[in-house]
């Protein structure tokens, strides 16, 4: 018997009909699709993810994130209710960008530069419970990618401090925030 939907449902609306669902068994097999899916595995902080971005109607593309918005992976534009993944990240990636971006959506937008960096600083702490979860190949890839960030960021380290503090002055610097 074969549950698969006939449609190609998926969180991000890449399925067959564009309709978005928190079913991810037929999200399509990219780097995208399959971000879904190690979200899936990632037990409560990656379904909290998926019913997030379903129920708040956001839009996930694969983009250049460099270009859309100076970022190396994602990032989430308010104006448009978007999360852009960066094209050449891989899955395990993708689901930790997901995450962090999904954080950045539930957020009051930041008016100052402080304000930002503790955005920031929350978007990655909340990021962290689906990339300790992640399972298989998925953790290998997000280990790849984000181990050196995350050990700087862990709680009560000298590092987590300096990088607020370097993320505040760059969005001074950057987008002339207070």
């Known amino acids: 018997m074969n549950f698969s939907d006939p449609f190609g449902l998926c969180p991000d609306g890449t399925g067959k009909d564009g309709k978005q669902t928190t079913n991810v068994k037929d999200c399509p097999k990219t780097a995208q699709g399959n971000a879904w899916r190690a979200l899936a595995g990632a037990g409560k902080s990656g379904s909290e993810v998926i019913k997030g971005v379903v129920a708040g109607g956001i839009n996930v593309v694969t983009g250049n994130s460099q270009n859309t918005c100076q970022s190396q992976n994602s990032c989430f534009d308010p104006s448009t209710n978007t999360i852009t993944l960066d094209a050449h990240n891989t ?84 987008w002339g925030i207070p």
């Open 91 to 174: 899955a395990g990636a993708n689901a930790v960008s997901l995450s962090h971006e999904y954080t950045h959506s539930t957020e009051v937008q930041a008016t100052t530069a402080t304000q930002w960096g503790k955005n920031e600083l929350a978007a990655w702490d909340a990021s962290r419970g689906v990339y300790n979860k992640l399972q298989g190949a998925y953790r290998t890839e997000a280990v790849a990618e984000f181990s050196v960030r995350f050990n700087a960021l862990a709680v009560g380290t000298p590092d987590r401090m300096l990088n607020l503090n370097r993320w505040i002055q760059n969005a001074r610097r950057r």
